[in-house]
Each structure stands twice: as structure tokens, then as C-alpha cells.
């Protein structure tokens, strides 16, 4: 096949790329925004494949993607809006990307001969889950303007199998680790500060549980589901690595030989979910499997932080990081709560 891959220079999509790559004789055209988190050192290692290209471009720009879509066989829709801190500061730019962009994808594949479209999703779309796990066929309940987006563009996304019988497939990851992440989620963010032995920010109690998956792991299912799966259907992807945040963020802590003094909480996000959990089992049945134990993928994780120091201090010396993390922390780092 020739896969478009959008947003394929961010954290996910590059290491979906690196997947297919590796493990295919299949060609890859990366479509890319380039915005904060799209990073082209993350595709250096293959950029002389004769099998890689890249176009840089918005799927939220008609000519673009019409032009990026020409003799194309599949798209697979990394290309997102993803972290809710920042759909929290400005939902606007989580709307265009996340709903309009997909609109304008789907648009250009139901005129070209696209035999598979896959739309990558999140967990998020179902909501807070406490004591059980979500499938399938449970209902969408997002909580955030982030997760309100991705669950929008997977309902375009059904409409137009529905409708106009494009051969589309969703995926719903749950929370994703692993090296090359933007340094805004919650694994490098508590790597690189603890690395400079700077407070450690967690939310509230840290007792929000969510499930983790390694990122080698979440791209291997979703090439399941790309090659196996049913159009039409959405498969979870889960790590079925239930953690809170507190105890994750003390494990990193021992592996990196860093106190638990580090850690200051600080007031909870808006609305911020105490728990998700994930059903697999849809996806099990099409032979995907884990293979990274958690333990395993956490420490790889944080020794690449650690021997990349380059990669993330580039990155955090950007102007868009030192606003973010100013803006999105600040406040709540004068502040701290009790456990």
C-alpha cells in the first residue's frame, strides 16, 4: 500500500511510520502541519528511505489535502489537537483540527480511490469510567473541549461509512507513553523537570487512574486495525496497565534515583477525569498483541530522556513551550494541596 500518514511527525504518528517501515514493504507519505509538537528530527532516521516522503501541509486545507491524497491507498489520521491543558486555554483550534480537519480529509477521500481510512481516536471520548471498562459500543461522554473534538470528527468519520460507503475504520488508544513525546504530557514533563531537580507538578491528589499503553504497542494495533479490521468498526487499544498518576510519577521517580520530595500538588485541572479503563478484547480477536511489559516500556522510556537530553531541551527552549508551561502552570505552582 501508500499509506498518508497525517500528522505524522508528531510523537504518535512518527513512531507509526518508523512501524510501518520496519515491518512492511509498504510506501509512506507523511502529512504534516509542523505545529509545536510536529517534530521533523523525529523522522530523521529514515529520511532517506526511498519507501518515506514528506509533505508539509494543514488537513484543514482543501488543495493541500487533495493534492497530498493523489494515488494514495490508505490514510491513517494521526493529525490532531491532543493535549486537553491546552484545549482547556483555547478549544477554537481543537475544533478546526480535530473536526473540521477530519471533515476535509473525508471529503477528498470519498473522490479518490481510498480502500481504507482510518481515524485515530482516544479514550477520552468515553468520559470518566470508574470501576468498569469501556467497549466499543459504550456511550461517548467527553468531558473536555479536547475530547469533545475527537469524539466529533469519529461521528463525521462513522457518517461518511455510513453515507457515502468510504471504507473507514477508528481506533481509541488509551494513554500513550514512550520516547519523542512533547514534553507537555505527563511522563516527560515529570522526567525533564525532575532531571533539572525542579518541582514536580500533579494534579490535585494524583489519584486519577488511567491505563497505559507503550507507543510501539498502540501503533502495532493500529496497523492491526488498518490491515484486519471491519470498515465501518472501532477498535479500543488499550495497555491494560491501570496506574494512578501519583504512582506513576513516584516510579519515575525511584528509576531516575530522584526524591519523592519533588513532587508538589498543586489545584486540579477543570473537570479533569478520575479514571479510565479500556476493553481490548475486540481487537485481541484480530491476533494484535502487547508486546511490552509496562515495566519494561517505562524504564526504555526514561533512559531515552535521559541519554536525549538535546531533543527535549530544544524543545522546551521554544518560545510555544515557555508560554504554555508558564500559562498553564504557574498559577497553580504558587499554590499547593494537601494529599
Known sequence: MRILVCGGAGFIGSSFVRHILDHSADEVVVFDKLTYAGNLDNLSAFAES????????????????????????????????????????????????????????????????????????????YGEVIGESSHEGSPLR?????????????????????TYGIPTLVTRGSNTFGPHQYPEKLIPVVITEALDDRPVPIYGDGLQIRDWLFVDDHCSGVDA??????PGETYNIGGGNLHTNLELVERILDLLGKSRA?????????GHDRGYSIDSAKLLRLGWTRDRAFDEALETTVKWYVDNEDWWRRVKATQDYQTYFERNYSDRESLTVSR
Open 50 to 125: 526511498p519507501r518515506y516522503r514528506f509533505i508539509r501541509g494543514d488537513i484543514a486545507d482543501v488543495e493541500a489535502v487533495r493534492v497530498a491524497m493523489q494515488g494514495i491507498d490508505a490514510v491513517v489520521n494521526f493529525a490532531a489537537e491532543s493535549h486537553v491543558d491546552r484545549s482547556i486555554l483555547n478549544p477554537g483550534s481543537f475544533i478546526t483540527t480535530d473536526v473540521y480537519g477530519a471533515y476535509v480529509l473525508l471529503e477528498a477521500a470519498r473522490s479518490m480511490s481510498v480502500t481504507r481510512f482510518l481515524q485515530v481516536s482516544t479514550d477520552e471520548v
Open 142 to 162: 467527553p468531558r473536555s473541549p479536547y475530547s469533545a473534538s475527537k469524539a466529533g470528527g469519529e461521528h463525521l468519520v462513522q457518517a461518511y461509512h455510513v
Open 262 to 270: 519533588l513532587i508538589q500538588h498543586v489545584p486540579d485541572r477543570p
Open 225 to 230: 486495525v488498518l490491515r484486519r479490521g471491519t
